[in-house]
């Protein structure tokens, strides 16, 4: 058995991980601890307090007593605020307190996207366009190629969360552009479990979700490899990408 953990803000679209879990291998668990999220919007000091080092240590007393071996801060929000040099801080802070490898969502859509080889990508983001940035300049300062980004306008976790497959579809097709090897749709209080297989068939190409990279790092991190054509083409390989060179503590 293969258990790993997430420290997941609030109850927006936590439903995913069990979702995940039931597509995933049957030796595979996965442990959602919810974290206080604070006030319900995208503004960078919201999002900041949101990640703080002492609200993410906080939780991980519980996903250490349910034998996780490995923790992901799944809020995108709240690890892209800090920029990469920030994210790669803030995981090493939380790798330290829960004594587990740890990561975030931030840096597991880095490592999606250099696992899949992919050259350039286009964002589309359920935020504004601040927030929108902020995930895009973390990007681009970890060496990925950002060709266009597109911005949803959502205020609130609770509104992107409300969103169905066909506002997800309109969102993702906004954004792509034919030069884009893959489209990254950031925000882990979307619903997006369900229809992964369905934004890649419209669009041709791999997408990559916040919950979805979310779940792949933490195993990444476990060395745990599983197969699930249903989560999209980042679980469709038959073999594990290259790991990057050389571990640190946030698996780097």
């Known amino acids: 058995m293969t258990t790993v953990g997430f420290l997941y803000p609030g109850h927006f679209a936590d439903d995913d991980f069990p979702r995940m879990e039931v597509i995933l291998d049957t030796t595979i668990r996965l ?3 919810r974290t206080e999220p604070g006030e319900d919007d995208h503004r960078t000091g919201t999002l900041r307090q949101r990640g703080a ?3 993410l240590a906080a939780g991980v007393e519980e996903l250490r007593r349910a034998g996780a071996e490995s923790v992901v801060w799944a809020s995108t929000g709240g690890s892209c605020v800090y920029g990469w040099e920030g994210a790669r801080e803030q995981s090493t802070t939380l790798a330290r307190a829960a004594g587990l490898p740890a990561s975030s969502t931030s840096l597991a859509f880095v490592h999606a996207v250099q696992g899949l080889g992919v050259a350039r990508v286009a964002v589309a983001a ?3 366009e601040e927030t929108a940035g902020l995930f895009t300049g973390l990007l681009s300062s970890a060496g ?3 060709v266009a980004t597109h911005s949803g306008g959502a205020v609130t976790a609770a509104e992107a969360a409300a969103w169905g497959v066909d506002r997800l579809k309109e969102l993702v097709v906004a954004a792509d552009r034919p030069e884009a090897g893959a489209v990254l749709l950031p925000g882990n209080a ?3 479990a ?9 669009l041709s190409k791999p997408v990559l979700t916040a919950n979805q990279v979310a779940v792949f790092e933490a195993l990444r991190l476990a060395r745990r490899r599983a197969w699930a054509p249903q989560l999209g083409a980042l679980f469709a390989a038959r073999e594990a990408p290259p790991a990057p060179a050389g571990r640190t503590i946030d698996g780097e």
């Open 144 to 146: 990925v190629d950002v």
């Open 53 to 55: 080092p002492e609200r």
């Open 194 to 202: 369900a229809h992964i297989r369905d934004l890649e068939e419209l």
């Open 190 to 192: 979307v619903h997006t």
């Open 126 to 128: 359920p935020w504004s």
């Open 31 to 33: 442990v959602v601890n």
